[in-house]
């Protein structure tokens, strides 16, 4: 009879597919940072399981070291940012001043409590490319929700590792890219707390800021434009969001040009002066500001005949008030 203690044997993933942050637009494996569970971060973190990536970061669950060891084990969230970031310089260490300076801010501010707090900060090397680091508390939806019914839910989490042990496949170079671990079963309970948690492209919102954000359907007019944007940038993107049945791009090739034409038909062209700061204005617009290019838009792209599900008054006030944010 085989030992329960006995390790399970790890799964090999198909070594000829791509897996978690191989998928990830603009891809590169040497801005990542080779991580292996086990190995122990600046001293102090050992990597226990992986959590989650994105285009240029790994997350991972690590224990914290540093801790007396008659006290129950201390876990952190990890985030290994790359290297370098796809479309901005130093976005890594743009987030770290952003970390910053939202800890230097009073606690009781009514904003504290929905940003994620930086526990620690470090460098890791590889390869003489150098990666910042940063430590969270773990704040993961699943994990502190079910930590509130199995307090152990870290622990649960190493244990898995021997357990259950996470896939991973080999790569060429001898990096190891494994599955992450993010399925900690149903939620039971709805309420909580929602954090912000990422900040590598965040900027100053008190004063103009230029470059392209936001994803493509969802981007302002004078993010197109290069026109330099600020808070409202945010408010067009939620309405867009809350908007749903008005999104005749999301079925077809994105075509900022096309996407122009849709929102110069329902609102006309952009206001003027932002025509005057757009240092693309030109590709799109002539200089009586009618548009360039003749897509064809149909004549029922309004919101009122878009919206069905709606009725009444309740369809007044739900256009206008979405109408206020992306206009």
Known sequence: MRNKREKKKRRGLDAHRHFEEENTPYYDPIRFYPAKLGSVLNSRYQLVTKAGYGTSSTIWLARDLNQWRWLRDKYVASKINASTHHSRENAAQNALDIL????????QHEGWQFTRHLLDSFYVEYDSRKHLAFAFEPLREPLWLYRERRPMIPEESAKDEYKDPLPQKTCSDGRTIYLSRNNYGPTLKTT??????????????????SGCI???IYRAPEVI???????????WSLGVMLFKDVDPLRD??????NHLAHITSLFGPPPEDIMARGRRSDLFYTSDAKHHYCFHVPAAFKFESLIRNIHGDDKRMYIESVNKMIK
């Open 252 to 257: 077809q090739e994105y075509n900022e040009t």
């Open 192 to 209: 909580g707390i929602i954090a912000i948690t990422d900040f590598d492209l965040s900027v100053p919102g008190d004063r103009p800021n």
């Open 225 to 235: 434009l290069d026109a330099g944007f600020t808070y409202s940038a945010d408010i």
């Open 100 to 107: 910053k300076q939202i800890d230097e801010k009073n606690p």
């Open 214 to 216: 936001q994803a493509e």
